[in-house]
């Protein structure tokens, strides 16, 4: 059985066109495989050549360059300072300072909800509540 597969491929293979160099003229030029023309330009290879580098060295594509990590850094530190700062300043204020600090958000606190519950409420109450006070401003015009 197995020899039989044998023999059919023979047969197939005997079928593909395969060029024959030997039969043909020996002056005729013999043809060659066409070069990939992205492989063979030249910032290709100098790309290739590149990325070849850097995996040796062991850096990644997706490495950043130095002055980027440099003004990373850079920002990070600064981000750093400034919330030091802050802290510091709230730390220096005297008690007193932060006493009127907190009544005062109190106080805020206190206010804002009485606006809160005017918000919430719907929007033809709001209309109408309007619609009330046009007609006694009218109302008091025609009076006048």
């Avoid at 040796?56 to 003004?71: A, I, T, Y």
């Avoid at 204020?93 to 600090?101: K, S």
């Avoid at 005017?118 to 709001?126: L, M």
């Amino acid at each position: 059985m197995y020899s039989e597969i044998q023999r059919e491929r023979a047969d197939i293979g005997g079928l593909m066109a395969r060029p024959e160099y030997r039969e043909w003229n020996p002056e005729l030029i013999k043809p060659k495989k066409l070069l990939n023309p992205v492989k063979a330009s030249r910032s290709h290879q100098e790309l290739h050549r590149e990325l070849l580098m850097n995996h040796r060295r062991g850096l990644g594509v997706d490495s950043k360059p130095e002055l980027q990590r440099v003004l990373e850094h850079r920002r990070r530190n600064q981000l750093i300072k400034k919330k030091k700062e802050e802290l510091e300043a709230k730390r220096l204020q005297c008690p007193f300072e932060q006493e009127l600090l907190r009544r005062q958000q109190r106080l805020n606190q206190l206010e804002k909800p009485p606006e809160k519950e005017e918000d919430h409420a719907p929007e033809f109450i709001k209309v109408r509540e309007n619609l009330r006070r046009i007609a006694t401003l009218t109302s008091e015009e025609r009076e006048l």
